[in-house]
């Protein structure tokens, strides 16, 4: 069964409780870190001609590895590319570690890697898996939003606005990736908030049935789709600078 463990927690246990926390990261360099390999994994992904679902299961992954584990032990990069490797895995669409490996460095540092620098980076990542594996307790199954958010659509929109919502919410559903709300909610609740952003985005109104709004088909409370919502939008507006990749 997917999702056998409960890996969700409050924002504010996250925020304040967190191991890399613990050992004196402070919340603003956590986040930067997480929006970092999000990223990297995000380009990774699309360098490899990986299909969403996979790169998001190594996003979730990854994020899931660092609420039991610290960015001060931990490099963010090399557990990454291992997620990508478990996620390709996972997802049907494996690929060779060094196919992932060979692509990472050109990412990372935009050349081929020598050859003992790859052999030496490949013992890392396949004795690296066993920990990432290990601290996963092997609960790699992940159900993401896009299903939720294409099947509710594709009952409740006409089809020419129903190509452009569904757009909407999933772009929305990718870039709330880069943020804790993957720890914090499940798919159903992100899918709910992605198409609520998305109507607004599109300029879209659906009626009320009676007096159940829409998105109670989605088990969230107006309080957390506000929350979800509000959270998804603080990441537009931070003040990073985009992170030259490394590791």
């Known amino acids: 069964m997917a999702e056998t463990k409960n890996w969700y927690n409050t924002r504010e246990a996250i925020e304040k409780t967190s191991p890399s926390r613990l050992d004196g990261i402070n919340l603003k360099e956590e986040t930067f870190q997480r929006w970092s390999y999000t990223s990297f994994l995000q380009e990774l992904g699309q360098r490899l001609n990986n299909p969403q679902k996979t790169i998001a299961t190594a996003i979730v992954l990854c994020q899931r590895f660092f609420t039991r584990q610290s960015l001060t032990k931990n490099d963010p990069k090399t557990v990454a590319i291992i997620c990508m490797f478990i996620a390709g895995k996972v997802e049907g669409s494996p690929r060779p570690a060094g196919d992932v490996l060979f692509v990472s460095y050109r990412v990372l540092f935009n050349k081929e890697p020598l050859r003992d620098v790859f052999e030496r980076l490949k013992m890392t990542v396949l004795t690296g898996e066993k920990l990432v594996l290990s601290t996963l307790e092997c609960d790699l ?11 509710w659509v594709k009952r409740s929109v006409k089809t020419e606005d129903g190509r452009r919502l569904c757009q909407a919410a999933f772009n929305f559903v990718n870039d709330s990736l880069r943020t804790s709300l993957c720890l914090q909610f499940g798919p159903s609740q992100i899918a709910s908030a992605a198409i609520y952003i998305g109507l607004s985005m599109c300029k879209m109104t659906l009626p009320c049935d009676g007096d159940k709004a829409w998105w109670r088909e989605f088990d969230v409370t107006k309080r957390q789709l506000w929350e979800i919502c509000d959270q998804m939008l603080d990441l537009y ?11």
Do not use: A
């Open 141 to 151: 199954e992940i159900e993401h939003p896009y299903k939720l958010v294409m099947d």
């Open 237 to 247: 507006v931070q003040d990073f600078v985009v992170p030259r990749h490394g590791l």
